[in-house]
């Protein structure tokens, strides 16, 4: 987990990505009728908006809050570890599930009519299992170990320096 700022915003950037490209392209999948593989290339046209709106959310909101909530609920450093990133995890899904459908629907789906909050509001449902999913199963794991692997590699890298 990241210890510093800088660490931080690069644990944070990492998450979004993962988890913006994961459920671009499930929604995309969802609007043309299952998975094909023009997705994976059609995703990555809507990573950048989609990824500075989840980096911000992420940074200024729900992270903050998530944080707040889950250390209410656990003690870091004297509950297990597991918890608390559990707590942080389904709090960030649960909270940035709607905020991010929202600008998707905003964005990208015919929803300039009278219809806006009801096509939401289905956004939302049909993304929260596959958020949480995602987040959990996939996005989640991924991101941590490869951040921990980087961290580990870093240390070496300045340990070695520091015995030359």
């Known amino acids: 987990m990241p210890q ?21 392209c499930y929604n995309i999948a969802l609007d043309v009728g299952g998975m094909q593989n023009f997705i994976f290339a059609a995703a990555l ?39 608390l990133i559990m707590a942080i995890s389904c709090l960030s899904a649960w909270m940035m599930c709607p905020l991010m459908s929202f600008f998707a629907t905003l964005l990208f789906k015919d929803s300039h009519n009278a219809n806006f909050v009801a096509i939401w509001v289905q956004t939302t449902m049909l993304n929260y299992p596959a958020a949480f999913l995602w987040q959990l199963a996939a996005a989640g794991p991924l991101v941590r170990t490869v951040f921990g ?4 590699c870093i240390k070496k890298k300045q340990n070695a320096e520091t015995h030359c």
């Open 4 to 24: 510093t700022k800088k660490q931080e915003i690069v644990y944070t950037v990492m998450m979004v990505c993962v988890m913006v490209y994961g459920m671009v």
């Open 45 to 83: 046209s809507e990573l950048p908006i989609m990824g500075v709106i989840g980096f911000l959310l992420d940074t200024f909101l729900v992270g903050p809050a998530a944080m707040r909530i889950a250390t209410g609920w656990f003690t870091p450093g004297k509950d297990k570890q597991v918890f």
């Open 149 to 152: 692997a980087g961290l580990r």
